[in-house]
């Protein structure tokens, strides 16, 4: 018999390689009637509307058009990895419809957060970002939190709109779309393939009860966070799963922290004050003297200084060092894409540095918190 070579349901090329690219399907799955891909498929029973990826320049392809269209986007962030989940442009692609911010796995953030400086603090970013958000929305998709408030912002602003969910990969995407379409679209009614009308390559259209839509687009894979960088093994090392225990380090000129094996700040110059490492609690701190941190590196990366362990160490890029001046009265955090943030409480001022591998996006910021 004929094989089937595009997907009934959203009318990708069929493959049975590459599970994280488009239109994949396990081999046996051919054999079903009628011929679906897995995203579809899981779809198409509520489990995981999982996504695929794709990079910066084939996404904001695919959103191309948007702006032209009568559309609510909402654009899932994540609370660890700000900087490095925020789609840098996005504003010139939606035009003038509406963005709303969800800023997912609030969970992580210490239970004492002052949300609503949150909230202020995530506008002033998306501002300098030239992205308007008709609504910042702070959630947890895991907890379940915020999303009776991200359901209320869609129902206002939604009108005869189709509804965009866009992110990079990793924000937790997955569980917002599936929150969407039971809240949105007939659970007793199954949902057969033909309801799924072709698509244009890589969007999943998921119609809701109303006859608007659900578009899921692809996760982007944003280069610079630990979490596309890490091995599988490691990124549960990095991504931390409870709430962030701020690690307050009192130090004085001359020395120097390191992050597991995975990066190192040191405190170059300045009077003596203290730095906060918001990190996972699964990465171990070692606190060493700066002029000996080259030498600790050399001698312990891959065993004391791990993960990543030995035999991952050298998939990693060489580690490149970036040097701040954090100027005297500023409240900031060093910003380390998907590792996490040291915030500076010193008002006296400081230089200081990081080291990471080449490409890991580093910054300096306002303190988040
Ligand atoms: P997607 O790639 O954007 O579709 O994201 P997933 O829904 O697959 O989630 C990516 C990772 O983030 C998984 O390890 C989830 O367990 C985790 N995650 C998702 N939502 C949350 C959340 O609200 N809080 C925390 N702490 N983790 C989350």
Redesign the pocket.
């Known amino acids: 018999t004929q094989r089937a070579e595009k997907c009934s349901g959203c009318g990708i090329k069929l493959q049975t390689e590459h599970k994280d690219q488009p239109g994949y399907l396990p081999e046996v799955a051919l054999d079903r009637d009628p011929v679906i891909c897995q995203r579809c498929f899981r779809i198409k029973n509520y489990n995981e509307a999982?996504?695929v990826s794709v990079n910066q320049d084939e996404f904001l392809r695919l959103l191309s058009g948007v702006g032209e269209k009568n559309a609510l986007v909402i654009h899932i962030v994540d609370i660890f990895d700000f900087e490095g989940s925020l789609i840098s442009g996005l504003q010139r692609f939606v035009g003038n419809n509406p963005v709303i911010l969800a800023v997912?796995?609030c969970?992580?953030l210490p239970k004492v957060t002052n949300w609503n400086k949150l909230r202020n603090w995530m506008q002033q970013r998306c501002k300098e970002e030239g992205l308007r958000t008709a609504e910042i929305v702070l959630c947890?998709?895991?907890?379940n939190q915020g999303f009776d408030r991200l359901l209320e912002a869609v129902t206002e602003l939604r009108g005869e709109r189709d509804v965009y969910v866009v992110?990079a990969?990793?924000?937790?995407?997955?569980?917002l779309i599936n929150r969407l379409i039971s809240d949105y679209s007939d659970l007793e009614q199954e949902l057969t393939t033909s309801r799924y009308p072709g698509t244009t390559l890589d969007t999943v259209k998921i119609p809701l009860d109303d006859g608007h839509y659900i578009i899921d687009t692809p996760?982007i894979v944003y280069p610079w966070r630990y979490s596309e960088l890490v091995e599988r093994q490691d990124l549960d090392a990095v991504?931390p799963?409870n709430p962030l225990k701020p690690a307050v380090y009192q130090l004085n000129e001359g020395q120097t922290l390191f992050f597991g094996g995975l990066g190192r700040f040191d405190f170059v110059q300045g009077p003596h004050q203290s730095f906060t490492c918001f990190i996972s609690g699964t990465l171990k701190i070692h606190r060493t003297k700066l002029e000996r941190a080259d030498s600790l590196y050399e001698d312990h990366r891959g065993e004391m200084l791990s993960p990543p362990g030995s035999d991952r160490m050298d998939k990693l890029p060489p580690w490149q060092r970036h040097e701040f001046r954090i100027n005297k009265g500023s409240r900031s955090d060093l910003y380390i894409s998907g590792l996490g943030w040291i915030k500076v409480n010193g008002i006296e001022g400081a230089v200081v540095a990081i080291h990471v591998p080449r490409g890991v996006k580093v910054l300096t910021r306002p303190s988040m918190i």
């Open positions: 999982s996504s997912n796995k969970d992580l947890s998709a895991k907890r992110g990969t990793n924000v937790g995407k997955s569980t996760g991504m799963a």
